[in-house]
């Protein structure tokens, strides 16, 4: 027993013909392919569904899993509330699953109810296997904020437990592709929305997982995808498994993109261990990366692992560049972890009584203080990525014209009120988004422009 097949789909609403009221038959080729779906999954006849939906309960640094022993749901905020589900959750297996990752230290598990209502995420699959399959318990699992290799981590957890159990399972992956294909779509059109699309459909009908850790989080999030997180974790079930891949339909033509694709596992494989085979690759483009620091960032390095390891600042290490020594200047240290920032604190102007000194304690609150994330923990020292930016003296510019995305950052004050974006960031690629986010982290309204400009130089150390 354990994992019979995987499905990858999307959940729009107007799929279901009581939303879509005659709208449902512009995406019919999605609506025939998952009615394939369904009759695989009915012919498979699973003692477990396990769902991952992005409209689950998230958390930026937890998987959430549905707990209880079941849930209701409606598409009553469709105007459809007669369309209704009442499902029994596979209360041994969430057992099971949470157990696992208690013992690994992983953070999953059921705690954090918010809504103990079916999301549409889940509700739009159970709409066409319930036409064909009245059996098997559900699991309802979230996403998280988390970086992609914990997403694949869970999906091994997830097939564990299942084969320890002894299920017979099938996998549902849910999730919509780019939201950004069309000027007419909900969210308008980029670039990186057909760019996903293709990347994603490519990827999957060859089951090559191991390619979406390639997906920079950057690309994604400009794709505006839904499902990426869902299909990793989907991967991680079949780690170290040839899988026999087919795709079924994609389509955009609403704006937004619902690939279908079917997974079913053949024999193991140890070349399709794909987490160890990224992190070993990680390991080595990090080690290259350490090798040639600057001292900025040596320093800053070595302030997150003593402080992490043995919770006291750094003492000052003798040895460092006057420039480091005897200057004074404001700094900030960002820190990211397989591609996603894990903290970044900094001062505008000089606060300690030496260059040196700003960045030791600007790293150990990037490293601990950022209230944006959980302090870092040892296990994730070796996959950090540090760096130093450090400040010129602002200037007060009269107007937004002065400004460059590239080489300025930017400084917003309104009375106490004061926020600050570092220049030539992933993501910001206008000056009214860079302003707008220092507005944003600053408490000021976007719409304010009783404002105060300054803008400053740094210069970036990797």
Known sequence: MGILAAFMVPHPPMIVPAVGRGGEKQIEKTTRAYERVADEIAALSPDTIIITSPHSVMYADYFHISPGRGAKGDFGRFRASQVRFEEEYDAELVRAIAE???????????????????????????????????????????????????????????????????????????????????????????????????????????????????????????????????????????????????????????????????????????????????????????????????????????????????????????????????????????????????GCIGTIAAVQDSLAKEIIENAVSASTRDPRFDPIRADELEWLEISVDVLGDPEPISSPRELDVRRYGVIVTKGRKRGLLLPDLDGVDTVEQQIAIAKSKAGIAEWDKDVQLQRFEVVRHH
């Open 100 to 342: 696992l990752a208690g013992e690994q230290g992983f953070p999953a598990g059921v705690m954090g109810e918010r809504d103990r209502n079916l999301d549409h995420g889940t509700m739009v699959p159970l709409y066409f296997i319930r036409q064909k399959y009245a059996g098997g318990k559900i699991v309802r699992i979230g996403l998280s904020g988390l970086p992609l290799t914990e997403h694949y981590k869970l999906g091994q957890m997830i097939r564990e437990a299942v084969e320890r159990l002894g299920r017979k399972a099938v996998f549902v992956a849910s999730g919509d592709l780019s939201h950004k294909l069309q000027d007419y779509g909900p969210y308008g059109y980029a670039k990186e929305g057909p760019q996903y699309d293709e990347r994603i459909m490519d990827v999957c009908s060859r089951a090559s997982f191991g390619e979406l850790f390639d997906f920079d989080e950057t690309f994604c999030e400009r794709a505006a995808e839904c499902g990426h997180r869902s299909f990793v974790i989907m991967a991680g079930a079949f780690d170290g498994i040839s899988v026999k891949a087919e795709q079924l339909s994609h389509e955009d033509v609403t704006g937004v993109g619902y690939g279908i694709c079917t997974f079913y596992p053949q024999s193991s494989d140890p070349g399709r261990r794909f987490l160890e085979q990224y992190l070993a690759q990680q390991e080595k483009k990090l080690e290259a990366a350490r090798s040639a620091e600057d001292p900025y960032v040596r320093l800053a390095r070595a302030s997150v692992e003593y402080y992490i390891l043995h919770h006291k600042r750094l003492p000052m290490p003798q040895d460092l560049p006057s420039e480091l020594s005897e200057r004074r200047a404001g700094a900030f240290v960002s820190i990211h972890e397989h591609g996603r920032l894990r």
